[in-house]
């Protein structure tokens, strides 16, 4: 059974970082698509980063030059670095697995396994 775990989430003052991760257990993630969504109150979910299995990364236009997605396939983690962290970013962040990729991703169609959600508040 695949699981994934993020931790990393917290309150932090506009202008500051924090740092994401996500802990696969269950499977390997070399080899698949992932992702980092988020979802804030009222909101449909959207995707933020994605990485392939090359290591092949996108983002979606608000974050662009801001956050940075990164893997270390032999942990199975997945991280995102989040820098200049602004109030629109403030949401409920998750970890997504997808099946074997040869591009980064942003269709939620794609991931099939998600994490719990960590929360990220950013006040001004």
């Known amino acids: 059974q695949v699981q994934l775990v993020e931790s990393g989430g917290g309150s932090v003052q506009a202008g500051g970082s924090l740092r994401l991760a996500c802990a696969a257990s269950?499977?390997?993630?070399?080899?698949?698509?992932m992702g980092w969504f988020r979802q804030a109150p009222g909101k449909e979910r959207e995707g933020v980063a994605f990485?392939?299995?090359?290591?092949?990364?996108r983002y979606t236009d608000s974050v662009q030059g801001r956050f940075t997605i990164s893997k270390d396939n032999v942990k199975r983690s997945l991280y995102l670095q989040m820098n200049n962290l602004q109030p629109e970013d403030t949401a409920m962040y998750y970890c997504a697995r997808g099946g074997v990729c040869l591009g980064p991703s942003r269709s939620r169609s794609v991931y099939n396994n998600w994490g719990q959600g960590t929360q990220v508040t950013v006040s001004s």
């Open positions: 269950g499977a390997t993630i070399s080899d698949n698509c």
């Open positions: 990485i392939d299995s090359a290591g092949k990364t």
